[in-house]
Structure formats: C-alpha cells, structure tokens
C-alpha cells in the first residue's frame, strides 16, 4: 500500500498548493472529544469545517446542505452506526470520502465489510491526532488508506499470493486498484473471458471471495507480498 504522504514542514502546509481545501463534516457523540480533536485540525489553513453533530440523524439532515469533501465519524453513535449513516451518505454523495473512527480493533472481515461500502479510511481512537489528520487528507480525493490493524499478513494468504504466477499477480493489483475487466483486458491486451479465469483462479488460490478482501489485502500487504 503507497504510504502516506508526509506532509510538509509546519502545521498549515499539508495541501500541496493547488489542491482544493479539505470541506469537513465531524459527527461524534462527546462533544469534548470533538473539540479536542477539531482544535488540532483546524490549525491547518486548508481545513474549513463545514457542518458538526452527535447524531446520524442529524447528520444527514445536515449534509444536505453542507456539501462537505469528508465525513469523519464515529462508529459508535448515540442513535446509530457510523457505517449505516456513511451508507445513508454516499447514497446521495458519491464522492464523500468517509473516515471512520472505531474504538475497538477490526478485523479483516469486519474491515472488507466498510471497503465495500465505500469508507476510504478506518482509524482507531488510540491513534495519534497528526496521524489521523495526514489520513484526513491523504483521503480527500478520494484515496483508500487503510491502518495497520494487523502488523502481519494471514500466513496462508502471504505464501499462497507469492505462489501466483506473474501474470495473475499483475491482474490481482489491478483488481485491487479496482479497474474493470473490460479496462483490465484492454491493458494486458487479452480477453474479458481471460481476465474472469485469472480472476476466478486468485481468488480460489488466496481463499477469498469477495473483492473488498483482496483489495485489504492488497492494501495493507502489496509491497511486502511483491519482494
């Protein structure tokens, strides 16, 4: 997984200069929490912070008209799940990153699960705040990052990618990068048909069955699993 870019000396500099500003929503149940945390943020220029509540409901009442670039919540919430109200939130908003905050560990199964639904980032509540501010804007255009929640990978997954031939190595980071078929065909200059049987042989041969897991996987692994 590409690492977070470093952001550049002193607190206000993070956005490379002609990137759009980070339009930020923060919705999280203790109000003490949150304005620890956003007095942190919103030292960085680039940060406007466009809406804030306790709740998912309101919150998307709110995100009608706030029109924010990322939603950072909670998964806990007073009246709901973050990852329900995120849903509820890219349904009308495609294009929200979402970084979600999670006071218990997750796992791999539980971390496909948000992938899928299209949360960019997990962090946990014990993680320093300048970590989850590079996070905020490593995601803002639409990036995936994912925390290092497991230090190493699943034993059998690891020795099963190293044995894949070339070819279906290339194909699964494709897949991880989450092109088509039809674009991945194109590039490889092979089939659709093809790429379906690469495709249907990784996952038989890592033991995954949904893409979200291989793109974890991907992630969190690819620079190790490729040496």
């Given amino acids: 997984m590409s690492s977070i870019e470093s952001p550049s000396a002193g607190q206000g500099r993070l956005m490379p200069s002609g990137q759009r500003r980070l339009r ?23 940060v406007e912070l466009v809406g804030e509540s306790e709740t998912g409901v309101a919150t998307l009442d709110r995100l009608k008209t706030a029109t924010p670039s990322v939603l950072l919540i909670e998964e806990n919430l007073q009246d709901n799940d973050g990852l329900t109200i995120a849903e509820h939130a890219l ?57 290092n ?22 194909v699964a980071q494709l897949m991880a990068n989450r092109l088509p078929v ?13 790429v379906h049987s690469y495709k249907d042989r990784i996952f038989v041969k890592l033991g995954f069955e949904r893409l979200p897991e291989l793109i974890l996987f991907m992630q969190r692994h690819q620079h190790g699993a490729a040496e």
């Fill in 182 to 194: 039809r674009d991945i065909a194109g590039r490889l200059g092979v089939s659709c048909k093809t």
């Fill in 24 to 46: 930020l929503y923060v919705t999280m149940g203790q109000r003490l929490l949150r304005d620890s945390l956003l007095f942190q943020i919103l030292l960085h220029d680039e």
């Fill in 91 to 147: 349904a009308v908003n495609p294009s929200l990153s979402v970084l979600l905050i999670s006071d218990t560990p997750v796992s791999s199964g539980r971390m496909a699960i948000y992938l899928e639904a299209g949360i960019k980032a997990v962090v946990s509540k014990d993680q320093p705040v300048q970590e989850l501010i590079k996070t905020l804007f490593y995601i803002r255009n639409g990036q995936v990052y994912v925390g």
């Fill in 149 to 170: 929640w497991q230090q190493e990978p699943a034993p059998a997954a690891m020795l099963a990618y190293q044995a894949l031939s070339g070819r279906e190595r290339e």
